[in-house]
């Protein structure tokens, strides 16, 4: 083993650390706004398609709370670095194909799922080109991908965020950087920012859930809709298709 294979794979081991420890601590419990907004909308544009035939994968699926959600719309496989997470997960559903281990050497086989989910996965791996290719690669000809990640302009300005612990990779992105990143393999569908929060300046009181229940009678969602319009969403959301050419 040459010595960069070695400290890879203390690198893998503290990531896997980090994460059976983090979703331990917080997904397994509860599934906080932001999640579960990500969820809601990849639910709701699974149920447009009218299908329950679907082949999906969801690649890094943590503590497995989505993965049982999907299986509506056809057989589902999900993967995470995560071990302990998905032994847990593996136990609570069992109709999901749950697979642990490094997404970057598993192999699942070239063209075999319509849709791939990945949601708050791009910001913690090294080489999103690679980890980008390799999605494409999982999806049949016409077959789409459903991506989140953090909004980096936002979480870089208006809120206040810990540094990264051990094991903890964070390489955010912007709209226009994962537009490039998606645009040489893939047809950019939509691409928008979701849930907006903030806990610095007056961004903290424009998001706060304190305003939003307060305008909700008067305007409906749209406050948040048109914050979101605007890119101050946490997350950014894509669909993106695999050409069929």
Partial sequence: MRPSDRHDHHDVDDQRRF?????????????????????????????EQGRHDLEIIEVGCGAGWLSPRLLRFGRVTATDLADALIERARRRTPDVQFVAGDFRVLEF?????????????????????????????????????????????????????????????????????????????????????????????????????????????LVGDRLERSLEHLGLGWTLMAVARRPSG
């Fill in 109 to 217: 086989g070239d063209e075999r799922f319509d849709v791939v989910v990945s949601l708050e996965v791009l910001s913690h791996v090294e080489d999103q080109r690679a980890f980008v290719t390799k999605l494409h690669r999982l999806l049949k000809p016409g077959g789409h991908l459903l991506l989140s990640t953090q909004n980096r302009p936002v979480l870089e300005r208006f809120n206040r965020i810990p540094p990264p612990e051990p094991g903890q990779l964070r390489r955010w992105v912007d709209r226009a950087e994962l537009r490039d990143l998606l645009t040489p393999q893939f047809d950019v569908l939509r691409l928008t920012s979701v849930t907006p929060r903030a806990d610095r300046g007056v961004m903290r009181v424009i998001t706060s859930r304190k305003l939003q229940r307060a305008v909700r009678p």
């Fill in 19 to 47: 994460w059976n420890t983090w979703n331990a601590a917080t997904r397994e419990r509860v599934v906080d706004d932001v999640a579960a907004r990500q969820g809601e909308i990849v639910t709701l544009w699974l149920a």
